[in-house]
């Protein structure tokens, strides 16, 4: 596998986490009745359920970055994951837009960890951010949010206004 390219984690995958992120979906809904998740996979409506799935990114010294993948409706398609240094993470534009232009994704949620344990987002973090919405947007993909994820905490940067 080439050391450029995401780790492609299929749907059938993510069992575990899958599960919760169906879980915290209903919960934030107050539906608490069974969802086949191989049929039916969650919805990521808001930023709580996105955390479901990209949670794991606030453990290690370095930091990584996660790209979910929506369909129109926002159900998780799915993820690819990125290793940077100790404080930095930038996934390459030209792999993540491919990745969801083969997925038939239309919307995406961009998450990364910052092992220094701040949910504030960087200078850098908030330049990758407008640059991604602009590439993404170019070939009509969404980038729905930004997460931050540190110290068992997770950061919204739509939430918190900065998209």
Do not use: Q
């Not at 995401?6 to 993510?14: F, I, N, T, Y």
């Not at 926002?74 to 837009?97: H, I, Y």
């Not at 908030?126 to 994820?149: E, F, K, M, P, S």
């Amino acid at each position: 596998m080439r050391a450029d390219l995401p780790a492609r984690r299929p749907l059938a995958k993510h069992g575990a986490v899958l599960e919760a992120v169906s879980r915290a979906c209903r919960t934030a809904a107050g539906d608490t009745r069974a969802m086949d998740i191989a049929s039916a996979p969650p919805r990521v409506a808001d930023a709580r359920a996105a955390a479901a799935l990209v949670a794991d990114l606030g453990i290690g010294p370095l930091e990584r970055a996660a790209v979910l993948y929506l369909d129109p409706e926002w159900r998780f398609l799915g993820r690819a994951d990125f290793a940077g240094s100790a404080d930095s993470v930038a996934p390459p534009l030209r792999t993540v837009v491919g990745e969801a232009l083969r997925l038939g994704a239309s919307a995406l949620v961009l998450a990364h960890g910052h092992p220094s344990g701040t949910i504030a987002p960087s200078a850098a973090d908030l330049a990758y951010t407008r640059l991604l919405g602009r590439v993404a947007a170019a070939v009509d993909l969404r980038l729905v949010d930004h997460l931050i994820v540190a110290g068992g905490r997770i950061a919204s940067l739509r939430d918190d206004g900065w998209m």
